[in-house]
């Protein structure tokens, strides 16, 4: 069973915010009776927010769009594992990055 990070995301804000708070602050991207089904966690009968929504989605969540579109892959297409566009060279200096100190030294 996947974790749905996008619905906890919702019941969470639900907590705080009604569904027409949810939908004015995400700009309208998605309705309040979509977030109800959200929250209900009856999203999976609607289609999954779209890449132009994305922005208010973030906005609403306080996160980015990035997080956002992890949360929908993960729910609405059970995409968990992303593969690393780096390319082999980022890579390496990646591993050397990861071993040097955090601190400054004088």
Same mark, same amino acid.
């Given at each position: 069973?996947? !974790?749905k990070l996008f619905t906890r995301r919702v019941q969470h804000l639900f907590r705080y915010?009604?569904?027409e708070q949810m939908a004015e602050e995400c700009g309208g991207? $998605?309705? %309040?009776?979509?977030?109800?089904h959200v929250q209900l966690e009856e %999203? &999976?009968? #609607?289609?999954p927010p779209p890449p /132009? &929504?994305?922005?208010g989605i973030a906005k609403l969540f306080g @996160?980015?769009? !990035?997080q956002v579109a992890a949360m929908i %892959?993960? !729910?609405f297409y059970g995409v968990s594992r992303f593969p690393d566009v780096r390319?082999?060279? !980022? $890579?390496? #200096? %990646? /591993? @050397?990055l990861n071993g040097l100190s955090g601190g400054m030294r004088s």
């Open positions: 069973m996947t !974790e915010m009604t569904y991207t $998605r309705s %309040a009776s979509w977030w109800r %999203a &999976d009968r #609607f289609n /132009k &929504d994305l922005p @996160g980015t769009e !990035e %892959a993960q !729910e390319s082999e060279r !980022e $890579r390496r #200096f %990646a /591993k @050397g």
